[in-house]
């Protein structure tokens, strides 16, 4: 069984540009949700979808959008890019009745 | 208030000893989980070990066991007869609620554990 896939691996931009990651999750799991990893920060939680609506949201400016596909295939957008917003950005899939997240190997996005 | 709670910024066991990372939570609600994750150099999040709130037993998988004081609030992670792949950060987190309302995880900062040959 296939994990979860995020591309691009790496990515490097400049401030004011926009990025755009994406993320496939595991066959079968409806559930996606993003994190941020900085080094200050820690893990930071995003958003999460279910079903291609927003179920949860965290604490992050509007520049930080996500959406989900019908296939559960989710983007998460980024706008007006800071220097702050250098990153891991992780993404997890989850089956609805187990719980537990399955992570992929993140999108290490760098802005300067 | 920190939701989850991990005191140990690096740790260093001997090969083919255990070893306990700590990690406390502070939560009202009575359904929720706590999980362990290892991370590491590569960045990919593995997770580790499950324990539900409601479970009476603490959860066990492999050399890894969760030692879960619900009381204390605390949920350490015990690694038995630990190997050199073993050196990894390792993070504690906690989903509130019950498992099919979201997964909004708290993660704590993280122990970064070196195993010494």
């Known amino acids: 069984k296939a994990g979860v896939t995020q591309t691009p691996r790496y990515l490097i931009k400049t401030r004011g540009q926009q990025v755009t990651l994406s993320c496939s999750p595991i066959s079968g799991h409806r559930s996606v949700s993003w994190y941020q990893q900085t080094p200050g920060q820690g893990l930071q939680f995003l958003f999460e979808?279910?079903?291609?609506?927003?179920?949860n949201k965290g604490n992050f400016p509007g520049r930080f959008s996500g959406r989900q596909f019908s296939n559960s295939r989710s983007e998460m957008n980024v706008s007006t890019l800071e220097l702050g917003d250098s990153a891991l950005y992780l993404c997890?899939?989850?089956?609805?009745?187990?719980?537990?997240?399955?992570f992929g190997e993140g999108s290490r996005l760098t802005v300067l | 208030a920190q939701k989850i709670t991990q005191t140990q910024p690096g740790m260093f066991v001997q090969e083919k000893e255990a070893v306990t990372l700590d990690c406390t939570y502070d939560?009202?609600?009575?359904?929720?989980?706590l999980f362990w994750y290892k991370q590491p150099s590569s960045g990919e999040m593995i997770f580790l070990i499950y324990?539900?709130?409601?479970?009476?037993q603490n959860a066990t998988e492999g050399r890894y066991s969760l030692n879960f004081q619900k009381a204390r609030k605390s949920a350490n992670l015990v690694i038995s007869a630990s190997q050199l792949g073993d050196s990894a950060m390792y993070f504690c987190?906690?989903?509130?609620?019950?498992?099919?309302?979201?997964?909004?995880?708290?993660f704590g900062t993280g122990t970064s554990l070196t195993v010494i040959p």
């Open positions: 939560t009202s609600d009575q359904s929720y989980g």
């Open positions: 324990q539900g709130s409601y479970d009476e």
């Open positions: 997890a899939s989850s089956a609805r009745y187990t719980g537990e997240l399955f």
């Open positions: 987190a906690m989903r509130e609620g019950p498992k099919n309302t979201g997964n909004q995880f708290y």
């Open positions: 979808y279910f079903s291609e609506t927003q179920r």
